[in-house]
């Protein structure tokens, strides 16, 4: 049995390669699982984020193998990837039941600017860009830095690897803003001074605008900054044609995978035999609405908001009161993106409390009324009586940039925030029950998991993020009482 690196009464966390971590786990023995896997695309050079390991479909069977019948997946993807991770989840034997999408405001374009590209391209030589390329390359080797160490000073994923190139579709050449800094830490020469002002001049600077966040190389002691980069003109008629025009759109969303290990018979009777294989609706509902329950009634008939129906009848037996808020939906919004999203829908009042809806299909009121999701076919709502931002439909997850440890210099890149995976966890987890998170990263689902009152079993592989994990791990917990 592979020994915890750390364990106690309701966290144990592995070091190592998590298929084989969970080839001794149990099987049928855990009732949730709420992972964070790479995306795939190589971020910052990250080894970690491009290995394949998130669309190992052996890996997702053994996740299979350990979850209870009737549990819970939930996996976060990248938008360009998540595809063939739901392929694979889908392939190891689980029923994809839904997506999420993780909304938020904080994402950044990174697009090539086609016109500034062309311009860049003009006059020059070939053998101008190969020189510089081959330079940079010399001075990293000997400096004894990978392309990963380079591309982690600017927070690129493949910088370096384009300045280096030898072939006419790459071989680009810095900014003059990174090749400052280049100059500066690989001792670059003189020679290219001229090659990349000359570049940069080509072009009018009109404005200037924030760029991305600038990374200092681990163990500095300077802050991240970020950049301020020049907005300038087309310099040449091939470029003012494409002016505007980019190679990718704003993140704005990151979707989740949510999938379900089949159940043993009904759901009634798995959830009574397992404990699994429901989701948690009250305990996660969109909170924030009044103190009030709701009703339906057949059209044309009418029902206080504290009645029921049973078939064609209607009886005089109170209705569960879920004044605690609307109906959990599949997408996730950040703060950003709720006010945004405020902002342009304005004020959407609903009728007033108690006030039978007539004259619409009840379906266009889905997300203005509690109860709406059990209600028979051509019944008429009870509308809340609520008014505010369309933002209210949704749970709003809370980013935090206080969230993300940092240990001797090490911090994780993709850090999610705590609000949004205790909001998670607590979605798919059966009261004391315990959760699987194959990729711990910095810790942020099992901290979640301690919050929310769940036990929680952790693998990381990368052994630099094992100390942020115990950062997070001794930070003062109150758990939340489910």
Not at 35 to 52: I, Q, V
Not at 209 to 235: N, Q, Y
Not at 379 to 402: E, L, Q, W
Request: overall charge negative; charged content about 25%; glycine content about 10%.
């Amino acid at each position: 049995m592979t020994e915890p690196y750390y364990s106690d009464e309701s966290v144990t966390l592995y070091h190592g390669d998590n298929r084989e971590v969970l080839k001794h786990l149990d099987a049928n023995s855990l009732d949730a699982c709420v992972t964070d896997p790479p995306y795939e695309l190589g971020f910052m050079g990250r080894k970690w984020d491009a290995s394949g390991i998130a669309y190992d479909k052996y890996l997702w069977a053994e996740v299979w193998r350990v979850l209870k019948p009737g549990g819970h997946l939930l996996a976060f993807g990248g938008t360009r990837t998540w595809h063939r991770l739901a392929c694979a989840i889908e392939d190891a034997g689980f029923e994809v039941r839904d997506s999420i999408a993780w909304m938020y405001g904080s994402g950044f374009p990174k697009s090539l600017d086609v016109s500034k590209a062309i311009d860049k391209a003009n006059g020059r030589k070939f053998e101008d860009r190969y020189a510089l390329g081959r330079h940079i390359k010399l001075r990293r080797i000997k400096c004894g830095l990978t392309h990963a160490n380079v591309n982690e000073w600017f927070g690129y994923r493949d910088g370096c690897q384009h300045w280096e190139r030898q072939d006419a579709s790459g071989a680009r050449v810095p900014t003059l803003a990174d090749y400052a800094v280049l100059k500066d830490r690989l001792g670059l020469s003189n020679e290219f001074d001229e090659l990349v002002n000359r570049i940069e001049a080509e072009r009018e600077v009109v404005g200037k605008r924030d760029g991305a966040e600038f990374v200092f190389a681990p163990g500095e002691s300077r802050t991240a900054e970020r950049l301020t980069l020049d907005i300038t003109a087309p310099a040449t008629p091939a470029a003012q044609q494409w002016q505007g025009w980019g190679t990718a759109l704003k993140p704005a969303h990151e979707p989740i995978v949510v999938a379900r290990k089949p159940l043993t018979g009904t759901v009634a009777e798995n959830v009574q035999q397992w404990g699994t294989g429901a989701l948690n609706i009250d305990g996660c509902r969109i909170v924030g609405e009044p103190d009030r329950a709701s009703g339906w009634s057949k059209s044309g008939s009418k029902a206080g908001p504290n009645t029921s129906m049973s078939g064609d009848n209607y009886d005089r037996e109170p209705k569960p009161d879920h004044s605690a808020g609307r109906w959990p939906a599949n997408v996730i919004l950040d703060e950003s993106q709720s006010a945004e999203l405020d902002r342009q829908s304005g004020d959407r009042p609903t009728s007033k409390p108690g006030q039978v809806v007539r004259g619409r299909h009840p379906d266009e009121y889905a997300s203005e009324s509690i109860g709406a999701e059990t209600r028979p076919a051509g019944s008429v709502m009870i509308a809340y009586g609520d008014s505010g931002g369309a933002s209210r439909f949704f749970y709003t997850a809370k980013a935090d940039s206080s969230e993300r440890p940092r240990v001797d210099g090490v911090a994780h890149p993709t850090v999610k925030p705590l609000d949004l995976m205790r909001y998670l966890v607590r979605l798919v987890t059966p009261p004391g029950g315990t959760v699987l998170e194959p990729f711990a990263g910095s810790g942020t689902t099992l901290e979640a998991c301690i919050v929310e009152g769940f036990s929680v079993i952790g693998i990381e592989l990368t052994e630099d993020y094992l100390p942020l994990i115990m950062q997070r791990l001794s930070k003062p917990i109150e758990v939340t009482l489910l």
